[in-house]
């Protein structure tokens, strides 16, 4: 057998470096639309829970609007409420996302680091930016939530 030539060689390794980079990227991409499957495949049977004050039966029209799904991974609108250890955001959208504070939860208003007993009485007046994880129940768990003053 004779010896594979370096040119050959060279080209066959780029061919399969390429390969890799390619496999490795589809991969990604069908680990995010998992995930963000995962969160929302649920959605319909947890919104009456996530939502307070909402009627417990929900209308099950609402699951075949043309609307796209909301972002799995974070949230910008208004702050509707808070209570403990979680507040109700609405997106630009109109959704309506229950978002999860944790200990491991990094909260700014302006430049400063705050912790959630140290937050503005006023929330409802600001909007947030929140940064975070899909739970299994339709919430998500917030990583950053950066605050704003509503214009």
Known sequence: MPPLSPVLFRRALIALALFIVLLASFAVGIM??????????????????????????????????????????GVFGAVLSTDGRSMVVQGKDGREETVLITPQTSLRVGR????????????????????????????MEARLIRLFPRH
């Not at 995962?38 to 075949?64: I, T």
């Not at 705050?114 to 339709?138: H, I, K, R, W, Y």
């Open 112 to 139: 400063e680091n705050l912790s959630f007993q140290q937050l503005p009485p006023n929330l409802q007046d600001m909007e947030a930016a929140v940064f975070g994880v899909p739970t299994p129940t339709g919430e």
């Open 32 to 73: 995010i639309g998992e995930r963000k499957a995962q969160r929302f495949s649920h959605w319909c049977e947890n919104y009456p829970r996530m939502v307070p004050g909402r009627p417990p039966a929900m209308d099950r029209k609402m699951l075949f609007t043309n609307s796209p799904l909301p972002s799995a991974h």
